[in-house]
């Protein structure tokens, strides 16, 4: 069965740094699809970024990037210049490829961001 | 394009009661997903459609949970006989694939269900 662990449930960064959050998956399949979403609070959960395993290039999204590492099933976020708009749950989620369907969710991490 | 829509966005019930929860997806898009997320937690499959096919049902959707896709477009969400249990946030989200290509799943605001 697929799983995706974020070990961080919470994690704080100041203004204008950068943080970076974790996420292992696992998974025996080869053509997968990861994603980190974001959940203000009491707001739509919306999409941050995506990476498609069969790409080597990471991903980015403006100040959004990550680092895929396929062998060791690890997908972590880094978020540079954090802005106060930043700070809500990010969810990291597995997709198996192919015409399935349904996200794989984390527990998510709560972040923080201080002035 | 006016996003993921859900109704109600709050539902506070007794124990018991059925409700039901509708959502409109993006109007292009064909498939529709339902999940669950509980505090703390992330989201949690349900169920999803292709048009109005049922593609899909997770184990945790038990036989007091009915959803459907009439026509392709809106889908409802149906709790009978609802627990303590169930109170949680539903979140429906849409998104357009095309056979193995996977679009990203546009979420709704979610409904909130609280059981007294």
């Known amino acids: 069965a697929q799983t995706v662990t974020q070990s961080q449930p919470e994690m704080s960064v100041q203004e204008a740094e950068t943080v970076t959050l974790s996420c292992t998956y696992d998974t025996s399949e080869s053509d997968y699809y990861l994603f980190w979403y974001k959940q203000p609070p009491s707001r739509q959960m919306i999409l941050v970024i995506r990476q498609e395993a069969y790409k080597q290039q990471n991903a980015t999204e403006n100040r959004f990037s990550v680092n895929f590492q396929k062998a060791a099933k690890s997908f972590s976020l880094k978020i540079s210049d954090s802005q106060l708009g930043d700070a809500a749950m990010y969810f990291c989620?597995?997709?198996?490829?192919?015409?399935?369907?349904?996200?794989?969710f984390g527990k998510g991490t709560k972040l923080s961001v201080k002035p | 394009d006016t996003g993921v829509s859900q109704d109600p966005r709050h539902k506070i019930t007794k124990r018991g009661q059925n409700v039901t929860f509708r959502c409109d997806p993006i109007?292009?898009?064909?498939?529709l997903y339902w999940y669950r997320q509980t505090l703390g937690q992330g989201p949690e499959f349900l169920t999803y459609f292709q048009n109005e096919a049922q593609l899909e049902k997770s184990r945790l959707l038990s036989d007091r949970f009915s959803a459907e896709r009439p026509k392709g477009s809106f889908s409802t969400l149906e709790i009978q006989r609802t627990e303590q249990g169930d109170s949680a946030m539903y979140l429906c989200?849409?998104?357009?694939?095309?056979?193995?290509?996977?679009?990203?799943?546009?979420f709704g605001d979610g409904t909130r269900l609280s059981i007294l």
């Open positions: 109007s292009e898009h064909n498939r």
């Open positions: 989620a597995y997709l198996i490829g192919g015409s399935q369907g349904n996200l794989i």
């Open positions: 989200a849409s998104s357009l694939n095309w056979g193995v290509s996977n679009q990203p799943q546009h």
